[in-house]
């Protein structure tokens, strides 16, 4: 079987990016509020800003990370021959050779498709990666018996058909058969 595969590259749905954006600016709004609201008792208001000031961190975090996302016109996801390159969210993978796989996968979790993906040498891959972003890899490892996780919201392609275009490349390195979508290569 000698076909070639061409590289496929997704790029993040500006929409949903700025939903995204939008509620993340909420977020921190209702989190300042909760910070600077003086309106109830001393107990409850270090409780508010406690709580207002996680939800400034953490939404702001998120705030400024899709903005950046939706600025720059950086493709989230590429497939190649070699593997693939997953930058789609702040917990992604990076560059995965598809000889590092050991096993694909299709879950999901809180109504959203995901692609599973479980590499060969798990702990080596975290150990490419900088200390909070390996926790979370490692949480979501530990959620999922899955390396990597790609979100349906991270992609503008629907899941099922990148599952099977990576199921093809993936295949065609090992010389395995090639998978089809309703009639479709």
Known sequence: MNTSYEQHVEYPSRKRMALITAGAALFVSAGFFLMFDRSSGA????????????????????????????????????????????????????AV????????????????????VKLQDEKAFMERHNGMKRKLMAANSNMVDATISIAQSSITLPIDELYLMMMNHWQHGKGGRIYVLNGRK
């Not at 409780?47 to 016109?73: A, E």
């Not at 879950?107 to 959203?112: A, D, I, K, S, V």
């Open 97 to 116: 050779a598809w000889r590092e796989i050991e096993h694909m996968f299709m879950y999901e979790l809180m109504g959203q498709k995901m692609i599973g």
């Open 43 to 94: 107990g409850t208001s270090i409780i508010s800003s406690v709580l207002g000031l996680l939800s400034v961190l953490f939404f702001g975090t998120c705030f400024f990370y899709s903005l950046v996302k939706m600025i720059r016109k950086e493709p989230s996801f590429v497939i190649n021959e070699q593997g693939f390159v997953d930058s789609s969210s702040y917990t992604s993978g990076g």
